[in-house]
């Protein structure tokens, strides 16, 4: 499997503004994504992140709310803007896909915990 | 959309009981992965499913690919402390995206 970070590990921001969160793989994979996890929910996915062009967004998630940036194959950002308290979640970086790694088969990063007051 | 019912929601067990969750779709699946979310950590691949039919293992942990291709279980023998978390199913069609089963979250009395 792939190795991933992601940073920061947990954050506590005033609503209003905007968190930039980090997530890099020690390995070249095709595919990344970004997930959201409410307290006590199921993981509900944002969006692809696409290189070298605009993500893939799914239904209920928009690119003003979350701009996602993949400058490489090892390397993704998703930012939360303008946040409220209902932003309180665990953001998720998960891979898919490169040398070593089988398709189907997706490895998520440690997560960033993320409390808006 | 593809929908995914996963039971139970909560299981509390005693130490070296065998559990088993299980999964069921309204969609044909080609895949079923399991993971396992430690509190804190995001979720940990256990065990991925390619085939219906296909019975896999690894370690104490058995999952199977349903016959009809719209569901999953995955059993742990022999539970110890350390099984502690929530396991959550994930399956998806051909290119499609991972559809996640609301978790069971399993509790081990030493």
């Known amino acids: 499997s792939a190795v991933i970070s992601q940073k920061p590990s947990r954050d506590i921001c005033q609503r209003g503004t905007s968190l930039t969160i980090q997530c890099q793989v020690d390995?070249?994979?095709?595919?990344m994504f970004w997930y959201r996890q409410q307290p006590g929910q199921s993981l509900t996915l944002i969006a692809t992140a696409n290189q070298g062009s605009e993500a893939t967004y799914e239904s209920g998630f928009v690119i003003d709310k979350f701009p996602i940036s993949r400058p490489n194959l090892t390397f993704s950002t998703l930012t939360v803007s303008n946040m409220s308290p209902e932003d309180s979640s665990i953001y998720l970086c998960?891979?898919?896909?490169?040398?070593?790694?089988?398709?189907?088969?997706?490895?998520f990063g440690p997560g960033t915990r993320l409390t808006v007051l | 959309g593809q929908q995914l019912n996963q039971s139970p929601q909560s299981m509390f067990i005693q130490e070296g009981e065998d559990v088993s969750m299980n999964c069921t779709s309204s969609s044909i699946f080609n895949t079923w992965l399991w993971y396992k979310q430690d509190p804190g950590e995001g979720p940990v691949l256990l065990i991925a499913?390619?085939?219906?039919?296909e019975l896999t293992s690894n370690g104490r942990l058995t999952a199977q690919f349903g016959i009809t291709r719209k569901d999953s279980f995955l059993n742990i023998s022999a539970s110890i402390p350390s099984d502690v978390g929530i396991y959550f199913c994930a399956g998806r069609t051909s290119g499609s995206r991972l559809t996640f089963g609301e978790g069971t979250q399993l509790t081990v009395n030493p």
């Open positions: 998960s891979v898919e896909g490169g040398p070593g790694l089988l398709y189907n088969e997706q490895f």
């Open positions: 499913l390619y085939k219906a039919g």
């Open positions: 390995s070249q994979v095709t595919m």
